[in-house]
């Protein structure tokens, strides 16, 4: 099947670019066959083409869900393209699920073609950022529904907690208090980790000059990177947060040490340090906020 640059128009990420053009972007690219069950990308692994299916079936499946594949892509469509463009790892793996034929041109290859031509790529990336915009708004509109669930459910909690807290205790309700409380302190908001932009990083230097990277934090939880030593569970730990917005001297004590670094749930901070890291925290969590 031979793309045509009227079929590349019905793409999104194509619209207002002139046939002309399109037909020397088709030509950087190469065409590729590929046999039923060939992965096209895994789940996690770094963009390194952008692609589209010209031919055949791609399924697109989630790690660790089994069953029916989140989507099912005919051709002709774009495999993953935000990923691609953007460098983000991938969410999913992408599987032919008959022989098909993809059309691919590396990332650093269509770097080099947008340098070149420039009348191009200014399309080519509105377009790129009015779709991230729609799905930032549709994110948004179901992240705002997520949190009126979870609002109403800690409401709902904290009632079924009062009403056991009130009823004669047996070993069945010391154990639902015991669950609810939990739950309960995990949904609070000073639960809720941001992570650091490439463009608003932060690290902690720790008391013997090292410094490692912060991979999230919020006003009262920080996770770092795993220094050389890594400190025990429930020990006292301090360091210096280190930020765009100023330094922040940290202390606390260690709540887990895993595969995803040193979780520290931090002691108060005085005021003066507390605004430094409010202010930190909003710029990144503004990035997550459209006004």
Same mark, same amino acid.
């Given at each position: 099947?031979?793309?045509?640059?009227?079929?590349?128009?019905?793409?999104?990420?194509?619209?207002?670019?002139?046939?002309?053009?399109?037909?020397?972007?088709?030509?950087?690219?190469?065409?590729?066959?590929? %046999?039923?069950?060939?992965?096209?990308?895994?789940?996690?692994?770094?963009?390194?083409?952008?692609?589209?299916?010209?031919?055949?079936?791609?399924?697109?499946? %989630?790690?660790?869900?089994?069953?029916?594949?989140?989507?099912?892509?005919?051709?002709?469509?774009?495999?993953?393209?935000?990923?691609?463009?953007?460098?983000?790892?991938?969410?999913?793996?992408?599987?032919?699920?008959?022989?098909?034929?993809?059309?691919?041109?590396?990332?650093?290859?269509?770097?080099?073609?947008?340098?070149?031509?420039?009348?191009?790529?200014?399309?080519?990336?509105?377009?790129?950022?009015?779709?991230?915009?729609?799905?930032?708004?549709?994110?948004?509109?179901?992240?705002?529904?997520?949190?009126?669930?979870?609002?109403?459910?800690?409401?709902?909690?904290?009632?079924?907690?009062?009403?056991?807290?009130?009823?004669?205790?047996?070993?069945?309700?010391?154990?639902?208090?015991?669950?609810?409380?939990?739950?309960?302190?995990?949904?609070?908001?000073?639960?809720?980790?941001?992570?650091?932009?490439?463009?608003?990083?932060?690290?902690?230097?720790?008391?013997?000059?090292?410094?490692?990277?912060?991979? %999230?934090?919020?006003?009262?939880?920080?996770?770092?990177?795993?220094?050389?030593?890594?400190?025990?569970?429930?020990?006292?730990?301090?360091?210096?947060?280190?930020?765009?917005?100023?330094?922040?001297?940290?202390?606390?004590?260690?709540?887990?040490?895993?595969?995803?670094?040193?979780?520290?749930?931090?002691?108060?901070?005085?005021?003066?340090?507390?605004?430094?890291?409010?202010?930190?925290?909003?710029?990144?969590?503004?990035?997550?906020?459209?006004?």
């Amino acid at each position: 099947m031979t793309v045509r640059p009227s079929d590349l128009q019905a793409i999104p990420l194509f619209h207002g670019i002139t046939d002309a053009h399109l037909e020397e972007l088709v030509g950087a690219g190469e065409r590729l066959s590929v %046999e039923s069950g060939a992965v096209l990308f895994d789940a996690g692994s770094t963009p390194t083409h952008l692609m589209l299916l010209v031919r055949g079936e791609v399924a697109l499946r %989630e790690p660790g869900v089994y069953g029916e594949p989140r989507f099912r892509l005919s051709p002709i469509a774009p495999i993953g393209e935000l990923g691609a463009v953007t460098g983000l790892a991938r969410n999913t793996t992408a599987i032919t699920t008959q022989p098909s034929e993809v059309w691919r041109i590396a990332t650093t290859a269509l770097t080099q073609f947008f340098e070149s031509h420039g009348d191009v790529a200014f399309p080519f990336y509105h377009n790129l950022l009015s779709i991230v915009a729609d799905k930032v708004r549709r994110d948004g509109r179901q992240l705002e529904e997520v949190r009126a669930n979870l609002i109403r459910t800690q409401r709902a909690m904290k009632k079924l907690l009062d009403v056991v807290l009130e009823s004669e205790e047996t070993p069945l309700s010391k154990t639902v208090c015991e669950t609810l409380e939990d739950m309960i302190e995990k949904n609070r908001r000073i639960h809720y980790l941001v992570e650091p932009t490439r463009t608003l990083t932060s690290s902690v230097r720790l008391d013997g000059g090292a410094t490692v990277p912060v991979l %999230e934090l919020s006003d009262g939880l920080l996770r770092i990177g795993k220094p050389a030593e890594a400190p025990r569970l429930g020990a006292e730990w301090s360091g210096v947060l280190i930020t765009p917005s100023g330094e922040v001297a940290v202390s606390g004590r260690v709540d887990a040490v895993d595969a995803h670094g040193v979780l520290i749930k931090l002691d108060m901070l005085i005021e003066a340090y507390a605004a430094v890291l409010r202010d930190y925290l909003t710029r990144v969590q503004m990035l997550d906020f459209v006004v």
